[in-house]
C-alpha cells in the first residue's frame, strides 16, 4: 500500500512539471514575433533599361617601353673601357664597354706563328714528294694542321669581338650596374637599356568591347600628364585569351614625341570614340548583390521578391551593365534588400 501510495505521488509530480513546461513553452512561443505572411516589405526599385554604356568609361592602362634588355658579356675579364652613365642615350651598335683581351691576342699570335711553320712545312713536302723523298701522307697531315690551326684562330677572334660590348639598339641606359675596373664573368648583368621610341599602353577590355579593336587600327590616347593632348596610336596586339572577369588585353602602340615626351610607367586612357559606344542592358549599382564572381538581384514578379542570378560586364560610377540573366523591363530591387529573403511579398516605391 505505501509502495502504490509513492508511486502515485511520482506520477503526480511528473503531471505537474509537465504542465508547467507546456505552459512556459506557449507563453514563450506568444513572445517571439512571428511575421505576417501577408505584410508587404517596402522597397525601392528601378527598371532594368536600355542605356549607353561607354559614355562615361575609359579603358586606363599603363605605359611599358617597346623593349627592355639587360646587357650581358659574351666573355668575361676586366673591364677597361665604360662608355655609359645612367640616362645616357645610345645608338645601335655603339661601343658600350670594352674587356681586356691582351691574352687572347697573344694566343692568336702564337698560333699565327705556328700556321706560318706549317704551311712552309707544306711548301717543303710539296716539293719532296714530287722527288718521291718523303711519302704523301706527310702533305695530308700538314694541310690538317693548318686547318685546325686557322680554326683555333678564327675561335680566339670571336672571343675577342665578345670583349667589345655594344648596344643591340638605340634607347636609354637605364641602369648601369659596373664600374671601369670590375672583373665581369659570362652573362654577369652589366647595364640595362630601355627603348622608348615608341611605347606600349595595354588596357584591359571587357568581353563586349573587345571584337570593336582590330590589328592596325587608330586608337587616340590620353594621359594624366599631359591632359590637353591627344596622342594617336595603332593596336599592334588584341588578347586571344580574357582574364576570370571576361577582360581582355589590348595593347596600342604609340610613337614618342619631343613636344610631349612619355616615359615607362606612366599612366593612360583610351579616349572616348564613337567606335567604342553602344547601348548595353543596365540596372543601378545598388541593386547588385554577392559577390562579382556570383552577383545576384532581386526581381519584382507578381507582388514577390525573386532572387536571380545574372552575370555583369562593364561598369560606371551609377550602373552596372548586365549581359545575362535580366531581360529590359524587369522591376529590381535597389533598396531595402536586406530585408528580403526569396518569395517576400513586396510593395515597391
Not at 522597397?43 to 605605359?63: H, P
Not at 669581338?161 to 665581369?184: C, D, H, R, Y
Not at 572616348?272 to 559606344?277: C, F, M, V
Amino acid at each position: 500500500m505505501k509502495r502504490l501510495l509513492i508511486f502515485v505521488a511520482i506520477i503526480a509530480v511528473l503531471g505537474l512539471t509537465a504542465a508547467k513546461l507546456l505552459n512556459n513553452k506557449e507563453a514563450t512561443e506568444a513572445k517571439v514575433y512571428q511575421p505576417d505572411p501577408n505584410l508587404k516589405v517596402g522597397v525601392r526599385t528601378a527598371v532594368a533599361e536600355m542605356r549607353n554604356m561607354s559614355q562615361d568609361t575609359k579603358f586606363l592602362g599603363s605605359f611599358s617601353p617597346n623593349r627592355q634588355i639587360e646587357i650581358r658579356p659574351l666573355a668575361g675579364g676586366e673591364i677597361v673601357k665604360l662608355n655609359i652613365q645612367e640616362g645616357q642615350h645610345v645608338s645601335a651598335g655603339q661601343l658600350l664597354a670594352k674587356l681586356d683581351d691582351d691574352q687572347l691576342r697573344f694566343q692568336v699570335e702564337a698560333l699565327q706563328v705556328t700556321l706560318e711553320g706549317y704551311q712552309n712545312d707544306l711548301k717543303r713536302y710539296e716539293v719532296l714528294v714530287k722527288g718521291d723523298a718523303v711519302p704523301a701522307v706527310n702533305i695530308e697531315r700538314t694541310q690538317l694542321s693548318i686547318r685546325g690551326t686557322q680554326a683555333q684562330i678564327k675561335q680566339l677572334n670571336k672571343q675577342i669581338a665578345n670583349t667589345s660590348i655594344t648596344a643591340p639598339f638605340s634607347g636609354i641606359i637605364t641602369s648601369k650596374l659596373v664600374e671601369k675596373g670590375s672583373v665581369v664573368s659570362i652573362g654577369t648583368p652589366m647595364a640595362e637599356i630601355t627603348d622608348i621610341a615608341s611605347l606600349k599602353l595595354v588596357v584591359n577590355v571587357p568581353e563586349k568591347a573587345v571584337n570593336q579593336f582590330r590589328l592596325g587600327q587608330t586608337i587616340t590616347v590620353q594621359t594624366e600628364v599631359y591632359p590637353d593632348a591627344k596622342f594617336q596610336g595603332k593596336v599592334s596586339m588584341v588578347g586571344a585569351q580574357g582574364d576570370e572577369a571576361h577582360n581582355y588585353p589590348v595593347e596600342i602602340t604609340v610613337q614618342n614625341t619631343t613636344n610631349n615626351p612619355l616615359k615607362a610607367g606612366m599612366y593612360g586612357s583610351i579616349a572616348n570614340s564613337n567606335e567604342l559606344k553602344g547601348e548595353s542592358l543596365a540596372i543601378p549599382r545598388q541593386a547588385i548583390m554577392g559577390s562579382a564572381k556570383e552577383p545576384q538581384v532581386y526581381v519584382v514578379e507578381n507582388g514577390k521578391a525573386v532572387l536571380k542570378s545574372v552575370m555583369i560586364g562593364v561598369a560606371t560610377n551609377e550602373f552596372y551593365e548586365i549581359t545575362k540573366g535580366l531581360k529590359a523591363g524587369d522591376q529590381v530591387v535597389t533598396s531595402g534588400q536586406i530585408n528580403l529573403q526569396n518569395g517576400t511579398l513586396v510593395s515597391a516605391q
